[in-house]
């Protein structure tokens, strides 16, 4: 599946789409697939941590 996370400060709270099958991001998937939305958001989480670590040194 070939997804993006978008994490955004809004009432609607996070999204999950399918940029493949749905590439004017209609359908939300987050509610259908909440594990995989979570290991995306970890993942990210991860990702930003060694970022800021790496500018650190």
Do not use: C, F, W
């Not at 070939?2 to 809004?10: E, F, L, S």
């Not at 991001?25 to 697939?33: I, M, S, Y």
């Not at 941590?49 to 790496?54: E, K, Y």
């Amino acid at each position: 599946m070939n997804v993006v996370v978008i994490v955004a400060d809004t009432s609607e709270g996070n999204e999950l789409y399918d940029r493949k099958k749905d590439p004017y991001q209609l359908r939300n998937l987050l509610a259908e697939r909440p594990n995989e939305g979570m290991e995306l958001h970890r993942l990210l989480l991860e990702y930003m941590l060694r970022l800021h670590t790496s500018q650190d040194s």
